[in-house]
T-cell receptor, first 115, second 115 residues
Framework: AQTVTQSQPEMSVQEAETVTLSCTYD???????LFWYKQPPSRQMILVIR??????QNATENRFSVNFQKAAKSFSLKISDSQLGDTAMYFC????????????FGQGTILTVHP | DGGITQSPKYLFRKEGQNVTLSCEQN?????MYWYRQDPGQGLRLIYY???????QKGDIAEGYSVSREKKESFPLTVTSAQKNPTAFYLC??????????????FGDGTRLSIL
């Protein structure tokens, strides 16, 4: 079975600074996908970024980027130029390539951006 | 606009009562999922369906039931056998099952409480 671990229950950052959220996973699969989702106080789940395991290049979406270390099974999220609207719970999620979309989620990290 | 609609937004259950949460999508997605989220925790998979008239149990299916009679609809029934139903329930879907690794799209959720 796959597991996803987010070791930081809570993080805080000042506006305009950079913060990194950690995620590790455990799997014996080679074909898989990794995601970061954001859940603001409205509780809506919003996709932040997606990484394909067979691609060595780290995914980037505007201020959001990942550091994907396949050998270490690590998938951290870096948020640059943090904004107040980034305040949310962030979930790391794992999907086996043959699982037709089944996700395994980590426990989440609550990020608070202070003005 | 295409999306996933969950209703109602808030639901209250009496002891011994079954309640049904609605999930409708107009994204033409084949696969649909139900998750449970407890306060401050990650999402746990209840049931999922990859195709009409077929569904599989997730990690915490006991006390829940589903049906998939139409591609667009995947209702979840919380039965009286579910002794601790108070939680936030999220429905999700993904594009065609032949496209691996696509992110899940989520509805806005239903908050269920016991009266």
């Amino acid at each position: 079975a796959q597991t996803v671990t987010q070791s930081q229950p809570e993080m805080s950052v000042q506006e305009a600074e950079t913060v990194t959220l950690s995620c590790t996973y455990d799997t014996s699969e080679n074909n898989y996908y990794l995601f970061w989702y954001k859940q603001p106080p409205s509780r809506q789940m919003i996709l932040v970024i997606r990484q394909e395991a067979y691609k060595q290049q780290n995914a980037t979406e505007n201020r959001f980027s990942v550091n994907f270390q396949k050998a270490a099974k690590s998938f951290s999220l870096k948020i640059s130029d943090s904004q107040l609207g980034d305040t949310a719970m962030y979930f790391c999620a794992f999907m086996i390539g043959t699982s037709y979309g089944k996700l395994t989620f980590g426990q989440g990290t609550i990020l608070t951006v202070h003005p | 606009d295409g999306g996933i609609t969950q209703s109602p937004k808030y639901l209250f259950r009496k002891e011994g009562q079954n309640v049904t949460l609605s999930c409708e999508q107009n994204l033409n997605h084949d696969a649909m999922y139900w998750y449970r989220q407890d306060p401050g925790q990650g999402l746990r998979l209840i049931y999922y369906s990859q195709i009409v008239n077929d569904f599989q149990k997730g990690d915490i299916a006991e006390g829940y039931s589903v049906s998939r009679e139409k591609k667009e609809s995947f209702p979840l029934t919380v039965t009286s056998a579910q002794k601790n139903p108070t939680a936030f329930y999220l429905c999700a879907s993904t594009p065609t099952r032949d496209r691996m690794g696509q992110p899940q799209h989520f509805g806005d959720g239903t908050r269920l409480s016991i009266l």
